[in-house]
């Protein structure tokens, strides 16, 4: 049974940090990655990354995002720096095995002073 666990959002200042994790498992999964949905908007990519560890980002998020995986434990995280409330949204973290893609339950990024 696969399953996706995640860990790490909450609420940080403008211009703070959050790190945000995800454990995987039950399966082998080649592209990892997170998406995030904001009120009345479409669940969007921000990151991804795949095995060989090449990664893709949205151009809203280049430069302050860092995701990266441990392949070992079928973790991926994503590092969050100089936050800003348009960040604010559930994050969701994604892993696809060779039949399907997988979601986590969603972690609460809220960005406000």
Request: glycine share 12%; hydrophobic share 30%; with cysteine.
């Amino acid at each position: 049974q696969v399953q996706l666990v995640e860990s790490g959002g909450g609420l940080v200042q403008p211009g703070g940090s959050l790190r945000l994790s995800c454990a995987a498992s039950g399966s082998i999964f080649s592209t990892m990655g997170w998406y995030r949905q904001a009120p009345g908007k479409q669940r969007e990519l921000v990151a991804g990354i795949n095995r060989g560890g090449s990664t893709t980002y949205a151009d809203s998020v280049k430069g302050r995002f860092t995701i990266s995986r441990d392949n070992a434990k079928n973790t991926v995280f994503l590092q969050m720096n100089s936050l800003k409330p348009e960040d604010t949204a559930v994050y969701y973290c994604n892993a696809d095995s060779p039949i399907r893609r997988y979601w986590g339950q969603g972690t609460q990024v809220t960005v406000s002073s």
